[in-house]
């Protein structure tokens, strides 16, 4: 068992590092151990996946249990996981349900066997690319297999698992495209934004209209001057040029043509979308008015920000930001 158990952590960390990875939104890779009353079960996952929807996460997974070396028990297969999503920045709990099909190994030799596992954990991610985790995790190991409504012969309990994850591929070049957005020199640019001085485009009426109400309060559900939210500021600017939107900032964020999320594609009047959780719903609309600028409905009212990684207000929305939509080409 001891040399399957060095094949299987090798297999893992080759899966992990190779090319065909490049792209998967994260690759997650947890240990564990779990005292029991003959000894203890070491407990190693590899992990790979990417957004389901606005609510979920899933992939595939690696699994390796070890039970007590001297009995020479244990589980490795491979399987899948759904979750919900996991953290962005800030600690975040999320639970996640699994099930893989390998082999298990006792006294006895190896037979088809099946791993149930469901639990949950907390994500704290300090940078875009790395996250850091703790769960825990009830699993049964089903040798039979006979179903995890009726495990055949299962040995059951729970575990703790300490995880670390990373962003590959296209969403890791997305971050750090985002956060290279409109950055030209390593100096913070000076004072607050200011509207731009001329406006092109076939939207430049709307985009008049959104400045002329800055400084208006916000006022969550706002459609007027005397206080906005955020989609009600886009729908305000385009329904006084006659042009009807959703009310919604998910709903104003699927209107119009898409746009690529990049600084040079945009046009003034360009709606762009941000969403405060990784892979999760569109929570926040803008209006791009040109200059690198956007103005937008926040929590201190009617604004300008900067589409800009050196400005603190562009330093926060810019990883937020995750889509821009078109309504006059």
Same mark, same amino acid.
């Given at each position: 068992?001891?040399?399957?158990?060095?094949?299987?952590?090798?297999?893992?960390?080759?899966?992990?590092?190779?090319?065909?990875?490049?792209?998967?939104?994260?690759?997650?890779?947890?240990?564990?151990?779990?005292?029991?009353?003959?000894?203890?079960?070491?407990?190693?996952?590899?992990?790979?996946?990417?957004?389901?929807?606005?609510?979920?996460?899933?992939?595939?997974?690696?699994?390796?249990?070890?039970?007590?070396?001297?009995?020479?028990?244990?589980?490795?297969?491979?399987?899948?996981?759904?979750?919900?999503?996991? !953290?962005?920045?800030? #600690?975040?709990?999320?639970?996640?349900? %699994? =099930?893989?099909?390998?082999?298990?190994? &006792?006294? @006895? $030799?190896?037979?088809?066997?099946?791993?149930?596992?469901?639990?949950?954990?907390?994500?704290?991610?300090?940078?875009?690319?790395?996250?850091?985790?703790?769960?825990?995790?009830?699993?049964?190991?089903?040798?039979?297999?006979?179903?995890?409504?009726?495990?055949?012969?299962?040995?059951?309990?729970?575990?703790?698992?300490?995880?670390?994850?990373?962003?590959?591929?296209?969403?890791?070049?997305?971050?750090?495209?985002?956060?290279?957005?409109?950055?030209?020199?390593?100096?913070?640019?000076?004072?607050?934004?200011?509207?731009?001085?001329?406006?092109?485009?076939?939207?430049?009426?709307?985009?008049?209209? !959104?400045?002329?109400? #800055?400084?208006?309060?916000?006022?969550? %559900? =706002?459609?007027?001057?005397?206080?906005? &939210?955020? @989609? $009600?500021?886009?729908?305000?600017?385009?329904?006084?040029?006659?042009?009807?939107?959703?009310?919604?900032?998910?709903?104003?964020?699927?209107?119009?043509?898409?746009?690529?999320?990049?600084?040079?594609?945009?046009?003034?009047?360009?709606?762009?979308?941000?969403?405060?959780?990784?892979?999760?719903?569109?929570?926040?609309?803008?209006?791009?008015?040109?200059?690198?600028?956007?103005?937008?409905?926040?929590?201190?009212?009617?604004?300008?920000?900067?589409?800009?990684?050196?400005?603190?207000?562009?330093?926060?929305?810019?990883?937020?930001?995750?889509?821009?939509?078109?309504?006059?080409?």
């Amino acid at each position: 068992m001891w040399l399957t158990e060095r094949s299987l952590i090798v297999g893992l960390g080759a899966a992990c590092c190779g090319a065909p990875l490049a792209a998967q939104h994260q690759v997650g890779l947890l240990y564990g151990r779990r005292i029991t009353g003959v000894g203890g079960v070491t407990t190693y996952e590899a992990r790979l996946d990417r957004p389901l929807g606005s609510w979920l996460r899933h992939g595939p997974t690696l699994n390796l249990l070890v039970e007590n070396r001297d009995v020479g028990r244990g589980f490795y297969g491979v399987g899948y996981e759904l979750g919900s999503p996991r !953290a962005q920045g800030t #600690l975040m709990p999320y639970v996640v349900v %699994g =099930g893989a099909l390998g082999l298990a190994s &006792d006294t @006895s $030799g190896q037979g088809l066997a099946a791993l149930w596992s469901a639990g949950a954990g907390v994500e704290w991610r300090p940078f875009q690319f790395v996250g850091l985790s703790v769960e825990e995790r009830y699993r049964v190991i089903d040798r039979g297999p006979h179903g995890f409504w009726n495990p055949g012969t299962p040995h059951k309990g729970w575990g703790t698992l300490l995880g670390i994850s990373f962003a590959l591929g296209k969403e890791a070049q997305r971050a750090s495209r985002h956060a290279t957005a409109g950055t030209t020199a390593s100096a913070p640019p000076p004072g607050p934004p200011e509207p731009p001085l001329m406006i092109v485009g076939r939207a430049a009426d709307v985009v008049q209209t !959104a400045l002329d109400v #800055l400084g208006s309060p916000y006022q969550w %559900g =706002g459609t007027a001057e005397n206080g906005f &939210d955020c @989609s $009600g500021l886009v729908q305000y600017a385009y329904g006084r040029h006659g042009i009807r939107l959703p009310r919604t900032s998910r709903a104003q964020s699927e209107s119009g043509t898409p746009v690529p999320v990049d600084l040079d594609s945009l046009q003034a009047g360009d709606i762009l979308a941000f969403a405060t959780q990784r892979g999760g719903a569109v929570t926040h609309v803008g209006m791009y008015v040109g200059d690198g600028k956007f103005i937008h409905s926040s929590s201190a009212g009617v604004k300008l920000s900067r589409l800009d990684s050196r400005d603190p207000d562009g330093a926060y929305w810019i990883p937020r930001w995750v889509g821009v939509r078109r309504l006059l080409p």
